[in-house]
């Protein structure tokens, strides 16, 4: 087995990536870095945000920076949170446990996934409030409505509808792993788990996950589904859970000015401007080329979030600078976890802080709400213009 380094030795989300693929088995972390198709979008939507370039600006007193923003009615101390992500506890077991109370501890929102190996009411709990629910519209509509009355009962305020996964894309390394959920054991499987025991071990230990939300619902069979079919979700759903949900409703997953302005029309109170991370539309557009013309459809004053490709702070204040209110993190914290557990998802979320920070600073700015277009570089040599 590969000898892992301690998280003082991750430097950034590159180094995170680099231990987790040598400390997880290659079935789990091709899960979590594998996209949909050829799998380019995933890295397209990386390089799209690395192509907008930023102005410094200098003599400027910066010496006192504040990241804390306010989305919704939530007064936040920095300007990112936790995706929504299913089965985070195959990254490393109590990882849910470990987002929950990273983001009581930094104040800051974490989505608790229908999927999550934690119940939905252990999470809001762990996080001290600070859990938004996520969920999807399968099948079984009744099992959606419980859990909404679930997350309404114990305190949720916020829902996030994730809709663009209608069918569930095909993802090769997972298909040439064998990755199933629950889990097939096959020779080939048996080989990748037994060559990475540590996380084979400490998995064992702690117990198989399970989806929670599934196991403990009252309506539904008890079974996550995976590939099942949300073919069904259209509008007349949105209205549903529109009527249903009476708190704080996120439409995530859209990735066209059309679609935002009738989802914004219908009642939804911000749109999650997403491709999924690149593991959907394998042809479709990296999602920050679609945050400006979203932001333009839907007019400066509604709420937008943005989520796919971030890696760095400095992607954060990109994000900000293009429209977004608000931005999400996925990977970079499931490789983190993979690569050290608690430790790793401490060092990287303390990463993303100061290189936030760093970025507010040299582009002249004290405060990330003053965050604007006009930071974004307008001209450089060879007249490419962002």
Same mark, same amino acid.
């Given at each position: 087995?590969?000898?892992?380094?301690?998280?003082?030795?991750?430097?950034?989300?590159?180094?995170?990536?680099?231990?987790?693929?040598?400390?997880?088995?290659?079935?789990?972390?091709?899960?979590?870095?594998?996209?949909?198709?050829?799998?380019?979008?995933?890295?397209?939507?990386?390089?799209?945000?690395?192509?907008?370039?930023?102005?410094?600006?200098?003599?400027?007193? $910066?010496?006192?920076? #504040?990241?804390?923003?306010?989305?919704?009615?939530?007064? %936040?101390? &920095? !300007? *990112?949170?936790?995706? =929504?992500?299913?089965?985070?506890?195959?990254?490393?077991?109590?990882?849910?446990?470990?987002?929950?109370?990273?983001?009581?501890?930094?104040?800051?929102?974490?989505?608790?996934?229908?999927?999550?190996?934690?119940?939905?009411?252990?999470?809001?709990?762990?996080?001290?409030?600070?859990?938004?629910?996520?969920?999807?519209?399968?099948?079984?509509?009744?099992?959606?409505?419980?859990?909404?009355?679930?997350?309404?009962?114990?305190?949720?305020?916020?829902?996030?509808?994730?809709?663009? $996964?209608?069918?569930? #894309?095909?993802?090769?390394?997972?298909?040439?792993?064998? %990755?199933? &959920? !629950? *889990?097939?054991?096959? =020779?080939?499987?048996?080989?990748?788990?037994?060559?990475?025991?540590?996380?084979?071990?400490?998995?064992?230990?702690?117990?198989?996950?399970?989806?929670?939300?599934?196991?403990?619902?009252?309506?539904?069979?008890?079974?996550?589904?995976?590939?099942?079919?949300?073919?069904?979700?259209?509008?007349?759903?949105?209205?549903?859970?529109?009527?249903?949900?009476?708190?704080?409703?996120?439409?995530?997953?859209?990735?066209?000015?059309?679609?935002?302005?009738?989802?914004?029309?219908?009642?939804?109170?911000?749109?999650?401007?997403?491709?999924?991370?690149?593991?959907?539309?394998?042809?479709?557009?990296?999602?920050?080329?679609?945050?400006?013309?979203?932001?333009?459809?839907?007019?400066?004053?509604?709420?937008?979030?943005?989520?796919?490709?971030?890696?760095?702070?400095?992607?954060?204040?990109?994000?900000?600078?293009?429209?977004?209110?608000?931005?999400?993190?996925?990977?970079?914290?499931?490789?983190?976890?993979?690569?050290?557990?608690?430790?790793?998802?401490?060092?990287?979320?303390?990463?993303?802080?100061?290189?936030?920070?760093?970025?507010?600073?040299?582009?002249?700015?004290?405060?990330?709400?003053?965050?604007?277009?006009?930071?974004?570089?307008?001209?450089?040599?060879?007249?490419?213009?962002?």
């Amino acid at each position: 087995m590969s000898k892992v380094l301690p998280s003082n030795k991750i430097y950034s989300i590159k180094e995170a990536i680099q231990l987790s693929k040598k400390r997880l088995p290659k079935l789990v972390f091709d899960f979590i870095d594998g996209a949909s198709g050829d799998e380019k979008l995933s890295e397209i939507n990386s390089l799209a945000l690395d192509q907008i370039r930023l102005e410094p600006r200098v003599l400027r007193n $910066v010496e006192k920076r #504040s990241l804390k923003k306010k989305f919704f009615d939530y007064q %936040f101390d &920095y !300007p *990112f949170g936790f995706a =929504p992500m299913g089965m985070t506890n195959l990254s490393w077991p109590g990882a849910d446990i470990m987002l929950a109370k990273e983001s009581a501890k930094n104040n800051i929102p974490t989505c608790v996934s229908m999927a999550s190996t934690t119940t939905l009411e252990k999470m809001y709990e762990l996080s001290e409030g600070r859990s938004w629910m996520q969920l999807y519209i399968f099948q079984d509509e009744n099992f959606v409505m419980e859990l909404i009355e679930r997350a309404e009962k114990t305190g949720y305020q916020t829902l996030i509808l994730t809709v663009d $996964v209608p069918v569930l #894309s095909r993802r090769t390394r997972d298909d040439k792993n064998g %990755f199933a &959920y !629950p *889990f097939k054991i096959g =020779p080939k499987q048996f080989f990748d788990f037994a060559t990475h025991p540590t996380w084979s071990l400490t998995t064992l230990f702690k117990g198989i996950p399970k989806p929670m939300n599934y196991v403990t619902s009252k309506s539904g069979d008890g079974i996550f589904k995976r590939k099942e079919s949300r073919g069904s979700t259209d509008f007349e759903t949105l209205k549903r859970v529109r009527d249903k949900w009476k708190g704080k409703l996120i439409v995530k997953g859209v990735m066209s000015p059309k679609d935002s302005i009738k989802i914004k029309d219908a009642g939804a109170d911000a749109i999650q401007v997403s491709n999924h991370g690149g593991r959907q539309l394998d042809s479709a557009t990296a999602a920050i080329n679609i945050l400006p013309l979203i932001r333009k459809a839907v007019g400066e004053q509604f709420p937008l979030i943005f989520d796919s490709g971030i890696r760095s702070g400095s992607d954060i204040v990109r994000a900000l600078a293009l429209g977004a209110d608000y931005t999400m993190i996925g990977r970079p914290v499931m490789y983190a976890m993979g690569a050290d557990g608690e430790k790793g998802l401490k060092r990287i979320v303390e990463i993303l802080k100061e290189e936030t920070s760093t970025t507010l600073g040299l582009v002249g700015l004290n405060d990330i709400n003053d965050i604007s277009s006009e930071i974004v570089a307008k001209e450089v040599i060879g007249n490419t213009k962002y």
